[in-house]
């Protein structure tokens, strides 16, 4: 890993009317639109969706270093990340992340190990770790 801090580059271009065009460099563009709440589409990528997305990837990447760490052998995770966008005193923020994790272990694993390193790994993400909502985690376990 590279020292702190690290920065990272977005780039988003648009017209007045359309999809937003999102570019970092090295990446694949994707586009965004308001979701359905906000009277967009619905069917693209949006600001919302994407910050859900981000805390659901960060929650796994962070879990794959966790695991290894502690050993923990698992076959496969699942992160489902719902966001509660809320009006409070006339300013709109995400005041709750639910992340429903099922993480699929070989049969004979400890479900306290597993859970532990879901745990850890919640607590670890840093794009969770920089929002003010509240972040909570549901853990279903698969043993296989």
């Known amino acids: 890993m590279q020292a702190y801090p690290h920065h990272y580059l977005s780039t988003a271009t648009a017209q007045p009317q359309g999809l937003v065009r999102l570019e970092s460099p090295g990446l694949t563009p994707i586009d965004s639109a308001p979701p359905a709440a906000f009277d967009g589409p619905g069917d ?5 969706t994407l910050l859900c997305a981000a805390i659901a990837d960060c929650t796994i990447l962070t879990f794959r270093v966790v695991a290894r760490m502690a050993k923990l052998e698992w076959r496969a995770l699942s ?7 809320e009006r409070i005193e006339g300013r709109t923020s995400f005041t709750r992340f639910v992340t429903h994790a099922t993480l699929t272990v070989p049969e004979g694993t400890s479900e306290a190990a597993a859970r532990a390193a879901l745990e850890k790994s919640k607590g670890a993400c840093l794009v969770s770790n920089s929002l003010s909502g509240s972040n909570t985690m549901e853990i279903t376990l698969v043993f296989a």
Do not use: A, I, N
Not at 79 to 85: A, D, F, N, P
């Open 79 to 85: 992160c489902e990340v719902h966001g509660t966008l």
């Open 44 to 48: 693209q990528w949006s600001p919302e």
